[in-house]
């Protein structure tokens, strides 16, 4: 959580820009994790190596066998995200406005969260079809959640002083709401959006768990159930992992731009 | 020049009387109040007034306040009265400070004034016109600055203006007009946790008077300020209400800050709040710090703990104004007894000789 | 063998992907575990009896009956053995087998194939359907009587993958036709026999003691297209690891398959035998007993084909393996990394 301190003096927004810490991590990451196949003496079908895995990450790109499948995945992530999180938005205002609204609905939002996506995913598979449609849904619903939570939250405890500033220089209901309040929940609408887009990309596996052609999640199907290709299955995994890597560094650089230093 | 008026403070406060009831009767901007430091800046157009109604034998005033009543439910079920038949009303251009022990609705009074808050009882008027929701004739000047923190000064100033619907170039320039009303000029593009708590609150009267009020209402405007950038910020308020044609009611916790800003003090009972005094202040315009150590402020404030006493507690620490000898003396036999000049009492170097 | 498909993949963790780091790691910790695992299980005490794990399929079903028979009966433990049984997905099983943490269980021919091409040493010991599970149904009504006819035709099909992905291409293939030539649908988590029944497709693939069972019991005529006359695929068998058959448990398998073989028998000479045990075991399965023994009795006659009954039961044609080993290989998109041979997928030496 070191970078959600948008308010971090300078010297420490320079040191989270120095790639040395970044460099460090990966390299001791990978040393350890080749050291325990050399240890171990595991096959590459058991535990493929981070050079097997990189050699097959690299072929598998080149070779065309992960960019179709992840373009497919990333298509549903930005799709299901944006729907998710834009009808997140809409509906935590309403609950923050609205204690009638929030006693309503809260029991089925947090019954549709509890309740394992995994579970829901084929049934929304059988009644949306296997294409692009469902993953789209799978991964707004468990956007949703965390998005919509952020909002209410973020808007409910939007200083009373400043909406009561506002009303003193005659902000109309509307005005209010763009003017100050959300501007004042962005720190928190957009927290809620970085754990909503590493969501999203769970929720486009599962959708794709459920059937289909394309994604990531298919690409995980064959590797490991249809053709037993542990490296490319770890290929598979490194790129689901920075492709959630770079969402949410994504969403952070928005948040920066939008948020940016406050008091 | 300036001295030349404080040599002779009686005299001077007759002409500002006398000027400023000859311009309740007139239409404005004639009543305009003479700034003889400095050449006025004018900041208002005189064409956004509202046309004042006759109001037959009750003179015009700029802030009329009539038999106002307002409580407030509670968790027990007996509404707490927060005021009740609170009366009083504010000429055009003058300053009116509301004193009073904690808790009497000091706070509340204003919002009724401007219009944040309904009245269960009575009615506010200004210029002859009653305020039936946030007016745009009052601008409102918090305890805390309530600035924006995701807008730099100049938005944060320009913020009335925008929700008027004025055009971004206009937006534009009156804010940083006003920016350099309140000194700022330079600090434009700054956040305002990177502005100091001073200067915050000079970004928040600068943004009080984007839509050009008529009236400011100040709710303890200075209580978050440290002690040396309270003087500085009162003479600061009184030579940006020179330059603007306005009239201000300013709520206080302090006395001295009250007698070195006001024409009147108006003092409000405890609970239900009342006004039990209507304390007018002699002292010369424009006003020093130098002024503070005179026995008129030792009178004035005797005369206004007088009618404080048995509040339940004591006003703001006087040390921020200097007061404390005057004070002293106020409180024991003889008022002028330990009358001194602190030397670092005039910020703005005004003093001259004196 | 109509759960092949159930998706767990452990490996996969449910988190979001920047904290793969942690998933790995994981992952790690439980190789270390298994392989320690694996160390201790290989020391059987002479004259105790020697403990086995025994890897089914993902659901408990009618369609291990003979397992639950041998064990109900004794015969495993007339055998000397101490029969745990493991409920695994097929992908997970073939690797657990193959680091001999699991020392035997029931594995699809098809995707011992490709697993070995990928050098998890594991070994077919006993054939088990003799007859290739995998079909394409369709309703009768559909008009379609062979593979030639489902050209142009809507198929239901789980995905691109597995057994019955091999199986329709070897089908299409011995009528000159790709799957391309066919309008495919994919159904997620076997919602064919639906999609049949309801006419949303005009046939689907499954298994054939599954979906056409059911939906002949619905009152439907059903056609049903097999492969085994095309390509003789490999079915489900025994399965064990390379490490597992050189080691001190060898003898114990061998009784183990023979065991397992007898309750074969026994149960396809009287079903009710074996739908005694599995009801013992999967006691919900009583609660649909019509179908459940419909199901049960298209498995006993899958066990069996020409070639089991030439050879005896549990015996492995490596001629149809060779067969089967030349068709992947030439596949498009070929699930078969490196060349293999049959030497290298098939053992004989637990066979009676």
Request: glycine share 10%; proline share 7%.
């Amino acid at each position: 959580m070191s970078l959600t301190q948008a308010q971090a003096p300078k010297a420490a927004r320079a040191r989270r820009l120095d790639p040395a810490p970044v460099l460090l991590g990966a390299v001791i990451f990978v040393v350890a994790w080749q050291a325990l196949v050399w240890i171990g003496g595991y096959e590459p079908w058991l535990l493929p190596g981070p050079l097997v895995v990189g050699q097959r990450f690299v072929d598998a790109w080149l070779d065309g066998t992960i960019a179709p499948h992840a373009t497919a995945t990333l298509l549903e992530i930005v799709l299901g995200f944006t729907v998710g999180a834009g009808l997140a938005l809409l509906v935590g205002m309403l609950l923050a406005r609205s204690h009638f609204a929030e006693r309503l609905l809260s029991p089925y939002l947090v019954a549709a969260q509890a309740t394992p996506i995994l579970a829901i995913a084929p049934l929304i598979a059988l009644w949306f079809g296997t294409g692009l449609l469902s993953k789209v849904l799978i991964c707004a619903l468990i956007v949703f959640f965390p998005v919509a939570i952020a909002t209410m939250v973020g808007i409910r405890s939007v200083d009373k002083r400043l909406v009561e500033m506002a009303r003193a220089f005659r902000a109309t209901r509307s005005q209010l709401v763009r003017q100050v309040e959300i501007p004042a929940a962005l720190p928190a609408i957009l927290g809620g959006m970085r754990v909503g887009v590493t969501l999203a990309v769970i929720g486009a596996i599962i959708g794709e768990w459920a059937g289909g052609e394309r994604g990531l999640g298919v690409l995980i199907n064959l590797a490991r159930g249809s053709l037993f290709d542990t490296p490319l299955l770890f290929a598979t995994l490194a790129t689901i992992a920075l492709i959630g890597i770079v969402l949410y560094l994504v969403v952070v650089a928005v948040e920066r731009r939008m948020v940016g230093a406050r008091g | 020049m300036g001295e030349g008026r404080a040599a002779r403070p009686g005299r001077a406060r007759a002409e500002r009387r006398l000027t400023r009831r000859r311009g309740a009767r007139r239409p404005w901007p004639a009543c305009r109040r003479p700034t003889p430091d400095r050449a006025p800046v004018r900041l208002h157009a005189p064409a956004r007034r509202p046309a004042r109604p006759e109001t037959g034998d009750r003179p015009l005033a700029s802030i009329d306040v009539a038999d106002l009543a307002r409580s407030f439910p509670t968790a027990t079920g007996t509404p707490l009265v927060a005021l009740d038949g609170v009366a009083f009303r504010v000429p055009e251009r003058q300053v009116v400070a509301i004193v009073g022990p904690n808790g009497c609705g000091k706070s509340t009074l204003l919002r009724l004034v401007g219009g944040l808050l309904p009245v269960d009882r009575g009615t506010v008027s200004l210029d002859g016109t009653p305020v039936v929701g946030p007016d745009p004739r009052v601008g409102f000047v918090f305890q805390e600055s309530r600035l924006m923190p995701w807008r730099d000064a100049v938005a944060n100033v320009a913020f009335p203006l925008e929700l008027a619907g004025r055009s971004a170039s206009e937006r534009l320039a009156r804010a940083r007009e006003l920016l350099a009303l309140v000194g700022l000029a330079e600090f434009a593009g700054a956040r305002p946790h990177q502005l100091s708590g001073g200067m915050r609150q000079r970004v928040a009267i600068a943004r009080a008077l984007a839509l050009e009020p008529s009236v400011l209402l100040l709710d303890e405007p200075f209580s978050a300020l440290d002690a040396l950038t309270r003087e500085r910020f009162g003479v600061e308020l009184l030579r940006i209400w020179q330059e603007t044609a306005t009239t201000i009611l300013i709520v206080t916790h302090s006395v001295s800050e009250a007698i070195f800003l006001a024409d009147r003090v108006l003092v409000l009972s405890p609970r239900p709040g009342q006004v039990v005094a209507d304390i007018p202040v002699n002292l010369p315009r424009p006003r020093r710090l130098s002024m503070l150590d005179t026995a008129v402020v030792s009178v004035t404030a005797a005369a206004i703990r007088a009618n404080l006493a048995g509040a339940a507690d004591e006003p703001a620490p006087e040390e921020a104004w200097g007061l404390q000898p005057a004070l002293a003396a106020s409180r024991g036999r003889d008022p002028l007894e330990g009358v001194g000049v602190p030397a670092w009492f005039d910020p703005f170097g005004r003093e001259g000789g004196a | 063998m109509s759960i092949r498909k159930e998706v767990t993949l452990s490996l996969v963790s449910r988190r979001p992907a920047g904290l793969f780091a942690a998933g790995l790691v994981a992952v790690l910790v439980a190789g270390l575990v298994a392989a320690c695992g694996s160390g201790s299980t290989a020391s059987p005490t002479v004259g105790a009896p020697t403990p086995l794990r025994v890897g089914l399929g993902y659901i408990p079903s009618v369609q291990f009956a003979q397992f639950y028979l041998a064990d109900q009966a004794g015969y495993y433990r007339e055998a000397g053995l101490e029969v745990t049984f493991e409920n695994k997905s097929d992908p997970d099983l073939v690797t657990l087998v193959g680091q001999g943490v699991v020392d035997i269980g029931i594995a699809d021919g098809t995707s011992l194939i490709p697993a070995v091409s990928q050098g998890i040493p594991v070994r077919y010991v006993a054939t088990i359907y003799a007859d290739f599970p995998s079909i394409v149904f369709a309703k009768a009504s559909s008009g379609i009587t062979g593979p030639a006819d489902l050209k142009g035709r809507k198929l239901g099909i789980p995905g691109k993958y597995g057994s019955s992905w091999i199986m329709l291409q070897a089908l299409l293939a011995s009528v000159g036709l790709t799957p391309a030539d066919l309008e495919l649908v994919e159904f997620p988590k076997y919602g064919q026999d639906v999609a049949v029944r309801e006419g949303v497709v005009d046939a689907a693939t499954g298994f054939v003691n599954n979906e056409p069972v059911q939906l002949e019991l619905s009152g439907e005529k059903v056609v049903v297209l097999t492969v085994d006359a095309i390509t003789p695929l490999p079915g489900p068998g025994l399965i064990t690891g390379e490490a597992t058959l050189a080691g001190p448990k060898k003898a114990a398998l061998k009784a183990f398959v023979a065991a397992t073989l007898r309750a074969m028998k026994e149960i396809a000479a009287d079903p009710l035998k074996g739908w005694d045990a599995a009801v013992a075991v999967v006691p919900e399965l009583a609660s649909d007993r019509e179908t459940q023994l419909a199901v049960l009795n298209a498995t006993v006659d899958a066990w069996q084909s020409s070639y089991t009954d030439a050879n005896g039961w549990g015996a492995v044609d490596e001629g149809a393996w060779t067969e089967s080993i030349d068709f992947m290989s030439g596949l498009p998109d070929s699930p078969v990394a490196k060349p293999v041979t049959v030497d290298q997928l098939v053992s004989k030496e637990l066979l009676p």
